[in-house]
């Protein structure tokens, strides 16, 4: 038995609201459970310097968690003056994954910067805010779409991301804190609605594991990503 | 007229929800009208080191904006490895302003942290910051009491914030941001309920201001500090 | 009575230095009393890149300690990589205020920096530090206007600045460290010789300050900046 | 066809040298092809402090490559004051990959660190330095053992790790840089030399893959462990 | 001829003020010409940590410059955050040549910290620094003396410093910007009283020197240095 | 007697191995015995911007040590964020030789970055260092006239660099760490080939040293430098 009753397969509750902030050109709550990221698309009419002049454009990510979004207070990055390398790491995969949706060659030299700062945590942080930034990239393709800046819409496909481990020997779905802190095996998927893998990141906590569980595991988050491909779906619907 | 139709001693809609996120012994959504800052309060059972043995407790706040709370993004401070002179300043005219709060003799050796982040900006968010962060305060500090941590209530009188401001040449009440951006003065007023002043920080942004201009703004601020505190205690009731 | 045995509203002896080294545009030593500051005006034919092209120039200053300015050594801030959020309010504090003593439009894209380094520190550090920037920012304009790179005087109003505080229950004017250290309220007020309020900062460091105390501080201010004034003007007279 | 004319399951030519250099605890050059990565196990008679007193060990890694190991010359991060997000995630990659080789209850409060410094980069750098860090862990482990500062061998089973990835449509094993920068996918595999999985990381990088396409890599590089694992053992065994 | 007019071997005017500012244990304000820089000597009664329990004492010094001690005006290292290569070499320089002064166990577990700061910047800062600190490191020795804290005087040696040069094809003295920024080749010496090198800095600025040119820039130094000896001793006697 | 065994001027053995890595365009293991070294040239088709279009050339370069080049682990300066005093002197120190073995003004808007990054430590690295440098910077300047990039050969003279010190009483060559830990006198010479100086660094360790002591140890470097320039040429005609 799972600590939250949950079946193996069962997601926690998704929630996906739109527009939470009014700053920003797409802006996102997501809710995995008990797990809350805020999730902000920013567009800039600029691209880096090294792409310059090529016509394509850039999409990148930074991820945060609020000092007491965690059971004991965590430091203060900004005030420690150092980013841990789990945020860098994280930053990196969201990143890496948000432009995996795009073809850039049809953003135009458009910056989207995707920003997922968590303010409460329950496990599975990275994987709500890749499944809530892609709705926040949407909101922001849309609007360059209705202002026409650019012509043609850029997303190849939806993407979204679960996480998968094998608790007390079984592979369970969207691990919450009480069991990923406790699981033998932790997978972070990134996949296309469409149902390719983009990221595949499994590390094993205590005892090695083998393809068959790899293979368990990918099942279970390739039955989690259609249920949130269509949650994102409803959401940009709404 | 301001460009919010108000009144100019009339305040902005003020909502405070607590237990806004579920790990910190203190957490509160503060909004001033679409100023939105969640405060949390962080109980540790130790104090810094030059303060070790005296029996005395601590109270600090960090302060940050997440990058798209404002309308065009700020660079992350966290990924820029430094703080803004301004996210300094205010930090410490939270951690001061909320210090004033407590007879610190009474907290034992526990350190209070205030963490006050801007999830969306509209002017004023230092005020609001302070305001929320005293009822977070509270929150936490009746948990010590309840727990019997400590015996006693620390807390001398609840304090609040609030901004003021010559806005074409009226003194006006809780500036937002199109009103703060084109003040001729900007004052923050930090007060107990009881009616002392804790705080004062006026600036000149265009035309020195007089005596007599200050005390109409000290006025408006005195007014505003008494429905702080009736929202405060209303808040802390419910 | 004071520990100096000066009279409420009598200020420490006030020294100004004109040309004290020999590089900078202007250079001050300022003195009130044992609080002797360094403070030099550098002039550069440029500004900041978000105010190029706009004919307009700029005004910045940054303040530090050396570090055995005080009693006990401190830390030197360039070997630790990191300034105190002290030395960054106060930094910002000396160039808001002085800026207010100009039509930045009148100066051309010129930036003029000022450097205050506090040399021995007995409280007042920084209102000592504005009165003498003062003076050096008058004497590189001066220059400026000599050298016809300006034609006409930027100078809206001469600025000086001054504290005050309640030190055993009596407001007294220009506190030294002995008093500081242990006053109820500080109050830092920068005016313009005019009369005009330019900054009031006042923090109660014990307990709450009512609106009378403050009046009467106030009124200590604007009899101490007349003082000043006519300082700054004799020391650019002789 | 490959550009280096290997078979799609071919590695390159792997080498390792132990006592490379003669200071540390173990010292391994690890050649994969024209990448040539230091490994060095440095032992401390300590641990972290949030361990200290649980009578375990502690294995943690840091990567680096040298300026110029690449084509073209990298900033020298010691210079920079910060390493690269890529830097920080491989080197967490290469300390839980370690930790996965061994049983910590059984190492002691004793700590190695895993030094590994990239001097030829050709591709695969953060597997040959696992592969080859291994073989320097396993140097340390029996001199603690020779030593008899413990007693048991906490080794549970030798690790090592390749890459895979599609190139022009076809799985192929331990990528040099001309493939790697072109290929659509990349997946790094760490395993024990018993055939479990210890990490599984895979980027599309141009074209989401398949399930089927991922367990067509798993076989190649399950094949390349056994490989590895045997050139592990050959070095350690002369 | 020298631009100042000076003989080759001719020092410029020497000036040592004792007593400078007032808190420090040694101040001193040394002057060579144009030259000027502020020496203090801080006495804590600690020693760093690796030298705890060895009964012996520790000497270290800081080197700064104002940001307008020269003609054009440097960056603040304090808020770059970072100090340049040069003044971390100047600050090892002026440590070294300090505790070759003491028998550092004579001195107890005391540290004396050095603090130069160049206040004007004419030639020579690094020279002056080391002449001036050994007069505030000798009125700090004798404040521990005269408490008793330590027993027998650690002094081995006064020592000073002066920089040597070849300009325009002559060996010349004490070199001020003029010259140096001109010379052929720069070297600073660092001597004690009784005439023995502590250090030796020669650089090459064009072309290479021979050993002759070498031996007649240290005679010259010699010279100096018991110049330089007398007016420190002038300074502590009086 | 030396602990290795040699006589009082006899160097360790001598190695210069070029095209030690293959990315580079000068790449050469130097080892002084134990002490190692890979030294490596960058050449790169722009000059920093102070230098822009003045048609001159530049020569930098950077130290670096792997953490476990010693005989205990040194902290990895990039993960600490900040290099030592030591290294930033040390790189320094290789720049300003190298500088002094060219003529800046025939290498065009070029600049060359030498990296050297010590992997084995036994004492005198940043002579090593130097001449192993120079040897690449050879073979990256030879490239560069090969290339046609620059016309004329802009090396004046080769350079090459020694240690000496004073070890019992005694002068010697090329200290090893078993001498330089216990050495009195610690001198380090950069020289040309044709016997002119480019720097003299020497440090009293314990006593301060003489006039003769100094001389017969630059007579003792003079000699070494010939061999140094001979093994040097020799490994260029290889």
Redesign the interface.
Known sequence: MRPSGRQPDQLRDVRITRNF????EG?VLVEFG?T?V?C?A?V?NRVPPFMRGEGRGWVTA?Y?M??????S?MI????K???Q?????I??LIG?SLR?ALDLNKLGENTI?L?C?V???DGGTRTAAITGAYVALADAINGLLAAGTIKTNPIK?PIAAISVGIYQGTPVLDLDYAEDSQADTD?NVV??A???????????EQ?????DE??AM?ALA?KAIGELAAAQQTALDS
Chains 1, 2, 3, 4, 5, 6 share one sequence.
């Open positions: 902030t009014k700053h920003a802006s008990d809350k805020i902000t920013s800039e930074e945060g609020l000092p007491r979004s965690t059971g207070r203060r990055e900004a005030a003056g150092k980013q390398g789990r945020t860098v790491e930053s990196r890496r995996a910067t920003d700062d303010i409460q945590a496909s997978l996949m296309t469409a149902g390719g893998f983009v990221e595949v990141q499994g590390t094993a005892e090695a594991f083998s393809a790899l293979n990918l390739q």
